[in-house]
């Protein structure tokens, strides 16, 4: 992934990746997986397959009941941008007006049970991990309708 700008951009994609992309777009732009791990969906959730690059730092799920396109990314890769910002270099309340700047409100905060603190935004499919007070990784997807269980892609 030389030279390709860590673009976070909620509701549509990584960079120039856009969610639906197929596993051949992804490995265009990322390259060969280092490992890939396929994870057996919970009773409401879709079986998936996940393309680890753990050099560096990013991770891409493929869901197997959206036609197998790309529908999250995670990272945790300290050079990721979102909307003009280092998000890494964020605290918690940066991140957060950085998030409500852009439109997006509906904000959730759980301190999670294994230590880690997530503040969630569903109206932008995004969570973001803390531990320590400091950001480790963020995980953002496409917006999936739950009543019908359509994908809402990028246009």
């Known amino acids: 992934m030389e030279n390709k700008v860590i673009?976070?951009?909620?509701?549509?994609g990584f960079g120039q990746l856009t969610f639906g992309a197929s596993p051949s777009d992804v490995e265009n732009f990322f390259g060969e997986p280092e490992?890939?791990?396929?994870?057996?969906g919970e009773a409401d959730e879709s079986d998936a397959e996940v393309w680890n690059y753990w050099e560096?730092?990013?991770?891409?799920?493929f869901e197997k009941d959206h036609g197998g396109k790309c529908t999250s990314f995670e990272t945790d890769n300290s050079e990721a941008v979102l909307f003009g910002s280092h998000v890494f270099e964020m605290n918690e309340k940066e991140l957060i007006q950085l998030?409500?700047?852009?439109?997006?409100?509906?904000?959730?905060?759980?301190?999670?049970?294994?230590?880690?603190?997530?503040?969630?935004?569903?109206?932008?499919?995004?969570?973001?991990?803390?531990?320590?007070?400091?950001?480790?990784s963020v995980s953002w997807g496409v917006f999936i309708d739950l009543d019908t269980d359509e994908a809402k892609w990028p246009e």
């Open 7 to 12: 673009e976070i951009k909620p509701l549509i």
């Open 35 to 40: 490992e890939i791990e396929d994870l057996p």
């Open 56 to 61: 560096d730092g990013n991770t891409v799920f």
């Open 99 to 136: 998030m409500e700047k852009n439109g997006f409100k509906e904000i959730d905060i759980e301190d999670e049970e294994w230590g880690e603190r997530r503040v969630s935004f569903s109206d932008a499919v995004m969570d973001f991990y803390f531990e320590s007070d400091k950001l480790i």
